[in-house]
């Protein structure tokens, strides 16, 4: 059983993943909604005031990285959220959904196409002027919220299904690093870029040589990727994807090799059983499972340990704090407002029919051609809820919002256009893929 259990972690990590989604999901919801009752009561002004709060260090009477706790979120516990998504990008190129060119090929046209035609109608709705920055809004997928209303459906779908919204939503987050990355950036600091581009060197040559120190990794990305990119103007959730792209990937002993180590370790530690019962461990019991636990690490990647260590933080601390601090607007507000521009309809129907219309539409595209096979399960229904459920938008939604506008009005409709098409799209995918059969 031990070694069931332990092949099952190294093997299997997209069901592992994907099963925590539906908890994570609930949580995230639970957040956006206390958000918006707090910024709805005599508790908003108290709840922007705190957000503005200054945080940062002092030396020599000089303030270093001095930023305010909705800048730090944002750039900082939202790094450890890009760490986790880098994580799962290099995980399925090595051996996942994505190592396979053939399979991976159809979910990467579907996320394509559901980028691509959001922020075309998103464009063609705000064509020019300060409104027109925000295209790139309605092109993200929130993987936790989708995932969570599939894996309420339970045994209804197909775990090929869930594969292939996993493959797609993780292939869209890899579009939206990039957006950020090339168009969503401040003035750069050459000196700082660089500096930052040669500890990710560093980094990567750690890799090759064999270094397997998480504390190795942990200090030259945080201490020193990160920082320069905070400090070079380049978005430092990028230093976030960069850094997790440079933890090993591979293992120490091979499955066959452990499986044999673990045997023997358990025909010694049978024999080492004492007569008498009793109910401590003897000294050569507790080296027999230190040796299982060193060559249990060593049959661990490090990014997988890292991966399955971190998804509990990221999905039940840093994103619920993210949506706290970024989905509380108001709605004491002039809703005529929302007409005098078309980011809320730009943003609310870029997710809600740009993302059904390029996932469902690329998706059959490439069929049509033959270069791509459905998934099996995978029919027309399926597809058309799957397209509903990637207009879910919400947390990388949110994040795009704060970088491409600084008006507050922008950023309250887009918000708003974010909220409705999240909503409708999820109950109405929902709703789509509850009548499969059992």
Do not use: C
């Not at 390029?358 to 995978?378: C, I, N, Q, W």
Request: charged fraction near 15%; proline fraction near 3%; charge should be neutral.
């Amino acid at each position: 059983m031990a070694n069931k259990t332990t092949i099952t972690y190294l093997t299997h990590p997209i069901q592992r993943f994907i099963r925590n989604e539906k908890s994570g999901g609930i949580v995230l919801g639970i957040s956006v909604v206390l958000a918006l009752i707090i910024a709805n009561t005599s508790l908003a002004t108290a709840y922007h005031h705190f957000l503005e709060h200054k945080l940062g260090f002092v030396f020599d009477g000089k303030a270093y990285l001095e930023y305010n706790l909705h800048h730090w979120i944002n750039d900082g516990l939202m790094a450890v959220f890009f760490f986790v998504v880098g994580l799962e990008l290099k995980r399925e190129i090595v051996g996942g959904e994505l190592s396979n060119p053939r399979k991976a090929m159809l979910p990467i046209m579907a996320a394509i196409g559901g980028m691509l035609v959001p922020a075309l109608i998103y464009l063609l709705l705000n064509p020019s002027g300060a409104a027109h920055a925000g295209w790139g809004i309605p092109m993200a997928t929130d993987i936790a919220f989708a995932l969570g209303v599939l894996y309420l459906l339970g045994d209804r779908i197909p775990l090929s299904l869930k594969i292939f919204l996993t493959a797609l939503a993780i292939v869209d987050d890899l579009g939206a690093v990039i957006v950020i990355a090339l168009f969503y950036t401040s003035d750069i600091s050459l000196t700082n870029l660089l500096i930052g581009l040669g500890f990710v060197v560093i980094m990567f040559i750690g890799n090759k040589m064999g270094i397997r120190s998480i504390i190795f990794y942990a200090i030259l990305g945080i201490g020193g990727v990160w920082t320069a990119f905070l400090l070079s103007g380049v978005h430092a959730t990028i230093a976030a994807v960069l850094a997790a792209f440079t933890i090993p990937a591979d293992v120490k002993i091979r499955e066959q090799v452990y499986m044999d180590k673990i045997q023997k370790h358990l025909s010694l530690f049978k024999r080492l059983d004492p007569k008498d019962s009793m109910p401590t461990l003897t000294h050569e019991q507790q080296q027999v499972l230190e040796e299982i636990q060193k060559d249990t690490q060593a049959a661990m990647t490090p990014l997988q340990k890292l991966e399955h260590s971190m998804h509990p933080l990221v999905s039940f601390i840093i994103i619920p704090i993210f949506a706290l601090a970024n989905a509380g607007v108001s709605l004491d507000m002039d809703w005529s407002g929302l007409l005098e521009t078309n980011v809320a309809f730009g943003v609310g129907l870029g997710l809600l029919l740009g993302k059904v219309i390029g996932v469902v539409g690329f998706t059959l595209l490439f069929v049509r051609f033959k270069t791509s096979a459905l998934p099996a399960g995978m029919t027309f229904k399926n597809l058309l809820g799957l397209g509903f459920l990637a207009a879910i938008g919400f947390t990388m939604s949110l994040f795009v919002t704060e970088l491409a506008f600084a008006d507050e009005a922008f950023k309250t409709q887009a918000k708003i256009g974010i909220f409705i098409a999240s909503i409708i799209g999820g109950v109405i995918g929902y709703l789509i893929l509850s009548k499969n059969k059992k």
